[in-house]
């Protein structure tokens, strides 16, 4: 059974590449956010020289502030996301984005420009069709974006489908028709393929636009943001959260029990439950198996503690 996605909207981030929920948040989760884009835009903006509304973007943007980083693993969401992409994730990055109005500029003249994320890390293992799904994106609109041209993310729908030749030509074939305008009110939220052709309109609105994304990818992906998050943050977060910043969820060594006679990286193989402790969770949520990990594309599986290679026949000897 699902723990949270239906099945319509699995099937729109599987044609569309998306789906939307609006207003997730109620008034006071968003006026929680808020105080936190306050405090930390003004903190980043005098650490950087910045005036205080000039436009600022900030990665691994979870652990500037408590506000953000519960975001990242509140249980209601995690059902959605070990859903479409099963359990053995961590955190591969988080952007936050403050973008103030930019008056008198041209509504043609995009903010963020078109582009495929990772086209260039992924076309080599992509070459004979769509770009692989590596990465998995939850947009939080904390402002207020109900309204066209608010610095609003754009896209092309079912464009995560389309093979190498056609992201080459993409630019002979766009029409206006094609291009989705993302318009919601505040607290809603996004799960999206990165993959998607996106772009980004510029803030013709009168109030700043803020926004956060945070990633989540396999265990096996090196985060982008960051190298290693602070110990100090690991060592205090339950299990769960300590998978996702990326390391065990016992705080076991990441290349397994015998590191210096056999390193094993607990990124790729289990060599104890305990070390992804979003499996438990989310067989406890969901009672007896079958399971339904994973139907958003993604892997419900790895290889664990009792896994042996069964298939043991020579077939030049049989």
């Known amino acids: 059974m699902a723990l949270a996605a239906t099945a319509e909207q699995k099937e729109l981030l599987n044609t569309q ?9 109620d008034a006071g989760e968003v006026a929680v956010l808020n105080d936190a884009f306050e405090e930390v835009g003004a903190r980043l903006r005098r650490e950087r020289g910045m005036a205080p509304d000039a436009q600022l973007s900030c990665r691994n943007g979870l652990v ?6 519960n975001l990242m693993d509140r249980r209601d969401i995690l059902r959605y996301v070990v859903d479409i992409v099963g359990w053995n994730l961590q955190n591969r990055d988080s952007v936050i984005l403050w973008t103030p109005p930019t008056p ?8 963020l420009g078109w582009h495929f994320d990772y086209e260039e890390e992924f076309t080599g293992i992509g070459i004979d069709g769509p770009m692989p799904w590596l990465d998995f994106k939850i947009g939080w609109y904390v402002s207020d974006a109900s309204e066209p041209g608010h610095a609003s993310i ?3 729908p079912g464009s995560h489908l389309w093979g190498m030749e056609r992201r080459a030509r993409w630019r002979e074939d766009i029409r206006p028709e094609d291009v989705f305008e993302l318009k919601v009110p505040p607290g809603s939220l996004m799960m999206w393929r990165p993959t998607l052709l996106h772009a980004a309109s510029p803030n013709l609105g009168t ?9 989540y990818a396999p265990r096996w992906i090196r985060p982008s ?5 602070d110990p100090d943050l690991v060592a205090g977060s339950d299990p769960i959260r300590r998978q996702l910043l990326g390391a065990m969820g016992n705080l076991s060594h990441p290349l397994g029990p015998d590191p210096k006679n056999h390193p094993d990286s607990q990124y790729w ?5 305990d070390n992804i402790p979003l499996k438990q969770w ?4 969901a009672g007896d198996p079958p399971y339904d990990w994973g139907t958003g594309y993604g892997v419900g599986t790895v290889k664990g503690p009792e896994y042996a290679f069964h298939d043991n026949t020579d077939p030049r000897r049989v």
């Open 17 to 25: 590449g998306f789906f939307v929920i609006e207003e997730y948040l």
């Open 64 to 69: 500037k502030h408590e506000a953000f980083l």
């Open 104 to 111: 008198g500029r041209h509504p043609s003249a995009l903010s």
């Open 154 to 156: 754009l896209f092309v």
């Open 207 to 215: 109030h700043e636009r803020r926004a956060l994304y945070i990633s």
């Open 225 to 229: 943001g960051h190298v290693e998050q």
């Open 269 to 273: 193989f289990a060599a104890d439950w």
């Open 282 to 285: 989310a067989e406890e949520q």
